[in-house]
Protein backbone atom coordinates (compact mmCIF):
# COMPACT_ATOMS: atom_id res chain seq x y z
CA UNK A 1 0.00 0.00 0.00
CA UNK A 2 1.09 3.38 -0.71
CA UNK A 3 0.87 6.39 1.72
CA UNK A 4 1.22 9.96 0.73
CA UNK A 5 1.25 12.42 3.69
CA UNK A 6 -0.68 16.03 1.46
CA UNK A 7 -0.64 19.34 2.68
CA UNK A 8 -2.40 22.49 1.55
CA UNK A 9 -1.92 26.30 2.28
CA UNK A 10 -2.24 28.05 -0.75
CA UNK A 11 -5.18 30.16 0.08
CA UNK A 12 -7.46 30.45 3.67
CA UNK A 13 -7.78 26.72 3.71
CA UNK A 14 -4.46 25.21 6.06
CA UNK A 15 -5.10 21.32 5.70
CA UNK A 16 -3.18 18.27 6.00
CA UNK A 17 -4.24 14.58 4.46
CA UNK A 18 -3.05 11.20 4.78
CA UNK A 19 -4.38 9.26 1.47
CA UNK A 20 -3.91 5.91 0.12
CA UNK A 21 -3.48 4.03 -2.86
CA UNK A 22 -6.71 2.42 -2.27
CA UNK A 23 -8.37 5.89 -2.73
CA UNK A 24 -8.94 5.77 0.94
CA UNK A 25 -8.41 9.40 3.44
CA UNK A 26 -7.28 7.69 5.78
CA UNK A 27 -7.12 10.96 7.99
CA UNK A 28 -7.38 14.63 7.46
CA UNK A 29 -7.63 17.74 9.32
CA UNK A 30 -8.83 21.18 7.74
CA UNK A 31 -9.05 24.59 9.24
CA UNK A 32 -10.53 27.46 7.35
CA UNK A 33 -9.82 31.09 7.99
CA UNK A 34 -12.93 32.80 7.41
CA UNK A 35 -12.97 34.42 10.71
CA UNK A 36 -10.01 36.29 10.52
CA UNK A 37 -10.29 37.48 7.06
CA UNK A 38 -14.85 38.70 7.23
CA UNK A 39 -13.75 41.88 8.67
CA UNK A 40 -12.05 42.07 5.10
CA UNK A 41 -14.77 40.56 2.97
CA UNK A 42 -11.81 39.08 1.58
CA UNK A 43 -8.65 36.92 2.09
CA UNK A 44 -5.71 39.15 3.28
CA UNK A 45 -2.38 37.31 2.07
CA UNK A 46 -0.61 38.16 5.08
CA UNK A 47 -3.04 37.16 7.64
CA UNK A 48 -3.55 33.81 5.87
CA UNK A 49 0.56 33.23 5.39
CA UNK A 50 0.66 33.97 9.72
CA UNK A 51 -2.43 31.91 10.39
CA UNK A 52 -0.62 28.76 8.27
CA UNK A 53 2.47 29.19 9.99
CA UNK A 54 0.59 29.08 13.51
CA UNK A 55 -1.23 25.74 12.65
CA UNK A 56 0.36 23.93 10.03
CA UNK A 57 2.30 21.56 11.89
CA UNK A 58 0.13 20.65 14.63
CA UNK A 59 -2.23 19.79 12.25
CA UNK A 60 0.44 17.40 10.29
CA UNK A 61 1.04 15.75 14.14
CA UNK A 62 -3.16 15.88 14.57
CA UNK A 63 -3.63 13.91 10.64
CA UNK A 64 -0.73 11.13 11.40
CA UNK A 65 -2.04 10.68 15.30
CA UNK A 66 -5.38 10.27 13.51
CA UNK A 67 -4.13 7.53 11.74
CA UNK A 68 -1.99 6.21 14.44
CA UNK A 69 0.72 6.11 11.92
CA UNK A 70 4.23 8.04 12.10
CA UNK A 71 6.01 9.74 8.92
CA UNK A 72 7.82 6.20 8.75
CA UNK A 73 4.33 4.47 7.17
CA UNK A 74 4.29 7.04 4.58
CA UNK A 75 5.78 7.04 1.37
CA UNK A 76 6.03 10.51 0.37
CA UNK A 77 5.47 13.89 1.65
CA UNK A 78 3.24 16.26 -1.12
CA UNK A 79 2.61 19.90 -0.54
CA UNK A 80 0.88 22.51 -2.80
CA UNK A 81 3.84 24.78 -4.67
CA UNK A 82 1.64 27.07 -6.51
CA UNK A 83 0.03 28.73 -7.82
CA UNK A 84 -1.49 30.58 -5.00
CA UNK A 85 -0.70 33.41 -2.20
CA UNK A 86 3.31 33.32 -2.35
CA UNK A 87 4.02 33.51 1.41
CA UNK A 88 0.86 30.39 2.32
CA UNK A 89 1.98 28.53 -0.23
CA UNK A 90 5.76 28.92 1.20
CA UNK A 91 5.09 28.09 4.58
CA UNK A 92 3.48 24.58 3.38
CA UNK A 93 6.07 23.60 1.17
CA UNK A 94 9.22 24.31 3.85
CA UNK A 95 7.10 22.27 5.73
CA UNK A 96 7.11 19.59 3.53
CA UNK A 97 10.62 19.93 2.73
CA UNK A 98 11.64 19.86 6.35
CA UNK A 99 9.45 16.88 6.84
CA UNK A 100 10.93 14.89 3.74
CA UNK A 101 14.54 16.10 4.94
CA UNK A 102 14.08 14.92 8.38
CA UNK A 103 12.49 11.60 6.96
CA UNK A 104 14.12 10.62 3.86
CA UNK A 105 11.22 10.47 2.16
CA UNK A 106 10.28 12.08 -1.14
CA UNK A 107 8.68 15.48 -1.86
CA UNK A 108 6.34 15.67 -4.46
CA UNK A 109 5.59 19.63 -5.42
CA UNK A 110 1.67 19.75 -6.14
CA UNK A 111 0.45 21.96 -8.40
CA UNK A 112 -3.20 23.19 -6.41
CA UNK A 113 -4.41 23.10 -9.76
CA UNK A 114 -3.77 19.16 -10.59
CA UNK A 115 -5.38 18.41 -6.97
CA UNK A 116 -8.46 19.85 -8.15
CA UNK A 117 -8.62 18.67 -11.63
CA UNK A 118 -7.27 14.82 -10.12
CA UNK A 119 -9.49 14.68 -7.07
CA UNK A 120 -12.33 13.36 -8.73
CA UNK A 121 -10.80 10.30 -9.46
CA UNK A 122 -9.82 9.93 -5.93
CA UNK A 123 -13.68 10.00 -5.18
CA UNK A 124 -14.60 8.28 -8.46
CA UNK A 125 -12.70 4.80 -9.20
CA UNK A 126 -14.16 4.48 -12.19
CA UNK A 127 -13.31 7.60 -13.53
CA UNK A 128 -10.71 7.20 -16.43
CA UNK A 129 -8.37 9.65 -18.92
CA UNK A 130 -9.04 11.58 -20.69
CA UNK A 131 -12.10 13.79 -19.13
CA UNK A 132 -12.84 17.36 -19.88
CA UNK A 133 -12.71 19.58 -17.03
CA UNK A 134 -14.32 22.58 -15.64
CA UNK A 135 -12.43 23.84 -13.14
CA UNK A 136 -14.18 26.71 -11.29
CA UNK A 137 -12.75 28.25 -7.69
CA UNK A 138 -12.16 31.73 -6.24
CA UNK A 139 -9.02 32.13 -8.30
CA UNK A 140 -9.37 30.28 -11.28
CA UNK A 141 -12.04 29.66 -14.10
CA UNK A 142 -10.87 27.44 -16.48
CA UNK A 143 -11.90 24.36 -19.26
CA UNK A 144 -9.16 21.90 -18.97
CA UNK A 145 -8.46 18.64 -21.51
CA UNK A 146 -7.24 16.59 -19.04
CA UNK A 147 -5.28 13.60 -21.08
CA UNK A 148 -3.78 12.23 -18.17
CA UNK A 149 -1.51 12.91 -15.60
CA UNK A 150 0.63 15.96 -16.19
CA UNK A 151 -0.91 15.94 -19.70
CA UNK A 152 -3.58 19.07 -19.41
CA UNK A 153 -4.61 21.27 -21.94
CA UNK A 154 -6.52 24.64 -21.52
CA UNK A 155 -9.43 25.02 -23.38
CA UNK A 156 -10.59 28.08 -22.38
CA UNK A 157 -9.88 30.41 -19.42
CA UNK A 158 -11.14 33.68 -17.94
CA UNK A 159 -10.10 36.78 -18.93
CA UNK A 160 -10.65 38.82 -16.47
CA UNK A 161 -13.15 37.09 -12.69
CA UNK A 162 -13.14 33.90 -11.94
CA UNK A 163 -16.46 33.01 -11.51
CA UNK A 164 -16.12 31.75 -7.43
CA UNK A 165 -14.60 35.52 -7.39
CA UNK A 166 -17.93 37.34 -9.19
CA UNK A 167 -20.44 35.51 -6.63
CA UNK A 168 -18.00 36.61 -3.66
CA UNK A 169 -18.21 40.08 -5.14
CA UNK A 170 -22.05 39.45 -5.21
CA UNK A 171 -22.22 38.69 -2.00
CA UNK A 172 -20.16 41.80 -0.71
CA UNK A 173 -22.19 44.09 -3.08
CA UNK A 174 -25.29 42.43 -1.61
CA UNK A 175 -23.98 42.32 2.19
CA UNK A 176 -24.15 38.97 2.46
CA UNK A 177 -20.52 38.11 4.34
CA UNK A 178 -17.65 36.46 3.23
CA UNK A 179 -17.05 33.38 1.82
CA UNK A 180 -20.27 34.38 -0.68
CA UNK A 181 -20.70 31.48 -2.88
CA UNK A 182 -22.47 29.36 -0.23
CA UNK A 183 -24.74 32.46 0.69
CA UNK A 184 -25.63 34.04 -2.70
CA UNK A 185 -27.25 30.24 -3.25
CA UNK A 186 -29.18 30.23 -0.49
CA UNK A 187 -30.88 33.41 -1.30
CA UNK A 188 -30.80 32.83 -5.20
CA UNK A 189 -33.03 29.41 -4.24
CA UNK A 190 -35.68 32.62 -2.95
CA UNK A 191 -35.44 34.68 -5.77
CA UNK A 192 -36.85 35.25 -9.57
CA UNK A 193 -33.90 35.01 -11.47
CA UNK A 194 -35.87 36.61 -14.61
CA UNK A 195 -37.10 40.10 -12.25
CA UNK A 196 -33.68 41.08 -13.31
CA UNK A 197 -31.96 41.54 -17.00
CA UNK A 198 -28.67 40.67 -16.48
CA UNK A 199 -26.18 40.27 -19.36
CA UNK A 200 -24.03 37.11 -20.30
CA UNK A 201 -20.55 38.20 -21.14
CA UNK A 202 -18.86 36.15 -24.08
CA UNK A 203 -22.24 34.44 -24.96
CA UNK A 204 -22.02 32.92 -28.27
CA UNK A 205 -18.58 33.99 -29.00
CA UNK A 206 -16.09 31.49 -30.84
CA UNK A 207 -13.33 31.23 -28.60
CA UNK A 208 -14.66 29.33 -25.38
CA UNK A 209 -13.30 31.88 -22.86
CA UNK A 210 -15.24 33.15 -19.90
CA UNK A 211 -15.41 37.03 -18.69
CA UNK A 212 -17.58 37.82 -15.72
CA UNK A 213 -16.47 41.52 -14.86
CA UNK A 214 -19.29 43.02 -16.76
CA UNK A 215 -21.51 40.52 -15.12
CA UNK A 216 -20.69 41.80 -11.59
CA UNK A 217 -20.64 45.10 -12.37
CA UNK A 218 -24.16 44.86 -13.98
CA UNK A 219 -24.91 43.25 -10.25
CA UNK A 220 -23.58 46.39 -8.34
CA UNK A 221 -25.93 49.06 -10.85
CA UNK A 222 -28.64 46.56 -10.50
CA UNK A 223 -28.32 47.04 -6.65
CA UNK A 224 -27.61 50.58 -6.77
CA UNK A 225 -30.87 51.25 -8.73
CA UNK A 226 -32.28 50.18 -5.14
CA UNK A 227 -35.37 48.72 -6.92
CA UNK A 228 -35.05 45.25 -7.09
CA UNK A 229 -35.36 42.33 -4.73
CA UNK A 230 -32.19 41.50 -3.25
CA UNK A 231 -32.97 37.85 -3.74
CA UNK A 232 -34.09 38.21 -7.57
CA UNK A 233 -30.28 40.28 -8.04
CA UNK A 234 -28.87 37.05 -6.66
CA UNK A 235 -30.93 34.19 -8.32
CA UNK A 236 -30.84 36.55 -12.13
CA UNK A 237 -26.76 36.71 -11.29
CA UNK A 238 -26.82 32.55 -10.62
CA UNK A 239 -28.89 31.95 -13.93
CA UNK A 240 -26.42 34.05 -15.67
CA UNK A 241 -23.46 32.72 -14.76
CA UNK A 242 -25.14 29.12 -15.39
CA UNK A 243 -25.79 30.28 -19.17
CA UNK A 244 -22.28 31.48 -19.46
CA UNK A 245 -20.98 28.16 -18.17
CA UNK A 246 -23.28 25.87 -19.99
CA UNK A 247 -22.67 28.16 -23.08
CA UNK A 248 -18.73 28.37 -23.17
CA UNK A 249 -18.45 24.62 -22.18
CA UNK A 250 -20.67 24.15 -25.59
CA UNK A 251 -18.46 25.71 -27.30
CA UNK A 252 -15.26 24.17 -26.14
CA UNK A 253 -17.12 20.53 -26.68
CA UNK A 254 -17.78 21.82 -30.66
CA UNK A 255 -13.77 22.61 -30.70
CA UNK A 256 -12.42 19.44 -29.81
CA UNK A 257 -14.57 17.89 -32.54
CA UNK A 258 -13.56 14.39 -32.57
CA UNK A 259 -11.56 13.76 -29.05
CA UNK A 260 -14.51 14.45 -27.45
CA UNK A 261 -15.87 10.90 -28.65
CA UNK A 262 -12.62 9.90 -26.26
CA UNK A 263 -14.30 11.60 -23.33
CA UNK A 264 -14.58 9.35 -20.46
CA UNK A 265 -16.92 12.60 -18.23
CA UNK A 266 -17.50 15.30 -18.19
CA UNK A 267 -16.14 16.64 -14.71
CA UNK A 268 -16.28 19.88 -12.08
CA UNK A 269 -14.12 20.51 -9.48
CA UNK A 270 -13.15 23.87 -7.33
CA UNK A 271 -14.93 25.69 -4.88
CA UNK A 272 -17.64 26.34 -7.26
CA UNK A 273 -18.43 23.03 -7.87
CA UNK A 274 -20.35 22.56 -4.62
CA UNK A 275 -23.35 25.06 -6.38
CA UNK A 276 -26.24 22.60 -6.33
CA UNK A 277 -27.74 24.86 -9.78
CA UNK A 278 -24.42 24.52 -11.54
CA UNK A 279 -24.00 20.87 -11.02
CA UNK A 280 -27.60 20.48 -12.06
CA UNK A 281 -27.09 22.47 -15.42
CA UNK A 282 -23.50 20.51 -16.17
CA UNK A 283 -25.41 17.69 -15.55
CA UNK A 284 -28.29 18.67 -18.22
CA UNK A 285 -25.22 19.33 -20.13
CA UNK A 286 -23.44 16.01 -20.27
CA UNK A 287 -26.80 13.82 -20.77
CA UNK A 288 -27.05 16.11 -23.65
CA UNK A 289 -23.93 15.04 -24.87
CA UNK A 290 -24.12 11.51 -24.06
CA UNK A 291 -21.27 11.81 -21.17
CA UNK A 292 -21.20 10.85 -17.81
CA UNK A 293 -21.35 13.79 -15.02
CA UNK A 294 -18.43 13.27 -12.61
CA UNK A 295 -18.95 15.73 -9.36
CA UNK A 296 -16.92 15.03 -6.37
CA UNK A 297 -18.21 15.26 -3.12
CA UNK A 298 -18.43 18.68 -1.75
CA UNK A 299 -16.14 18.12 0.79
CA UNK A 300 -13.23 17.47 -2.16
CA UNK A 301 -14.58 20.22 -4.34
CA UNK A 302 -13.03 23.45 -1.79
CA UNK A 303 -9.54 23.24 -0.88
CA UNK A 304 -8.49 20.51 0.74
CA UNK A 305 -5.01 18.30 1.39
CA UNK A 306 -6.76 14.94 0.29
CA UNK A 307 -6.74 16.19 -3.27
CA UNK A 308 -2.81 17.07 -2.82
CA UNK A 309 -2.04 13.95 -1.37
CA UNK A 310 -4.04 12.42 -4.18
CA UNK A 311 -2.71 14.56 -6.78
CA UNK A 312 0.96 13.61 -5.11
CA UNK A 313 -0.01 9.81 -5.12
CA UNK A 314 -0.50 9.73 -8.68
CA UNK A 315 2.73 11.43 -9.86
CA UNK A 316 4.56 9.47 -7.24
CA UNK A 317 2.61 6.35 -8.63
CA UNK A 318 4.25 7.64 -12.21
CA UNK A 319 7.35 7.55 -10.97
CA UNK A 320 7.88 10.96 -10.32
CA UNK A 321 9.64 13.11 -7.28
CA UNK A 322 10.73 16.82 -7.16
CA UNK A 323 13.89 17.93 -4.95
CA UNK A 324 14.50 19.91 -1.71
CA UNK A 325 15.08 22.96 -3.83
CA UNK A 326 12.23 23.00 -6.01
CA UNK A 327 10.56 26.59 -5.68
CA UNK A 328 7.38 28.03 -4.25
CA UNK A 329 5.40 29.41 -7.86
CA UNK A 330 2.56 32.32 -7.18
CA UNK A 331 1.79 31.28 -10.94
CA UNK A 332 2.08 28.17 -12.44
CA UNK A 333 -0.21 27.10 -15.11
CA UNK A 334 -1.18 24.12 -15.84
CA UNK A 335 -0.87 24.00 -19.72
CA UNK A 336 2.58 26.05 -19.90
CA UNK A 337 1.50 25.59 -23.88
CA UNK A 338 -1.41 27.58 -23.53
CA UNK A 339 -1.26 31.07 -25.79
CA UNK A 340 -1.80 34.01 -23.34
CA UNK A 341 -5.67 35.45 -24.03
CA UNK A 342 -5.86 38.77 -24.72
CA UNK A 343 -7.28 40.97 -22.30
CA UNK A 344 -6.57 38.22 -19.61
CA UNK A 345 -5.40 39.56 -16.07
CA UNK A 346 -3.68 37.59 -13.16
CA UNK A 347 -6.16 35.16 -12.90
CA UNK A 348 -4.46 32.00 -14.17
O1 LIG B 1 -11.58 25.91 -4.52
P1 LIG B 1 -11.83 26.92 -3.46
O2 LIG B 1 -12.12 26.43 -2.07
O3 LIG B 1 -10.64 27.93 -3.33
C1 LIG B 1 -9.89 28.40 -4.40
O4 LIG B 1 -8.93 27.69 -4.83
O5 LIG B 1 -10.28 29.49 -4.89
O6 LIG B 1 -13.02 27.84 -3.98
C2 LIG B 1 -13.56 28.86 -3.18
C3 LIG B 1 -14.59 29.61 -4.01
C4 LIG B 1 -15.09 30.88 -3.36
O7 LIG B 1 -15.08 31.92 -4.31
C5 LIG B 1 -16.51 30.53 -2.93
O8 LIG B 1 -17.38 31.64 -2.90
C6 LIG B 1 -16.91 29.55 -4.01
O9 LIG B 1 -15.74 28.76 -4.23
N1 LIG B 1 -18.03 28.72 -3.58
C7 LIG B 1 -19.24 28.74 -4.16
C8 LIG B 1 -20.07 27.87 -3.42
N2 LIG B 1 -19.31 27.33 -2.41
C9 LIG B 1 -18.06 27.87 -2.53
N3 LIG B 1 -19.70 29.41 -5.23
C10 LIG B 1 -20.99 29.23 -5.58
N4 LIG B 1 -21.85 28.43 -4.90
C11 LIG B 1 -21.43 27.73 -3.82
N5 LIG B 1 -22.27 26.95 -3.15
ZN1 LIG C 1 -8.66 25.72 -4.98
Not at 62 to 84: K, Y
Not at 205 to 224: C, I, T, W, Y
Amino acid sequence: MTIILGIESSCDETAAALVSDGRVILAQHIASQDEQHRPYGGVVPEIAARAHAERIAPMVEATLADAGMSLADVDAIAATAGPGLIGGVMVGLVTAKALAMASGKPLLAVNHLEGHALSPRLADGELCFPYMLLLVSGGHCQILWVEGVGQYRRLATTIDDALGEAFDKTAKILGLGYPGGPAVERLAATGNPKAVPLPRPLLGSSEPHFSFAGLKSAVLRASQAGTHDDADIAAAFQQAAIDCLIDRLKQAMDGLGEDLTRADALVVAGGVAANKAIRGALETLAAGRSLRFVAPPLALCTDNAAMIAWAGLERFASGQSDGLDVAARPRWPLDPDASPVRGAGVKA
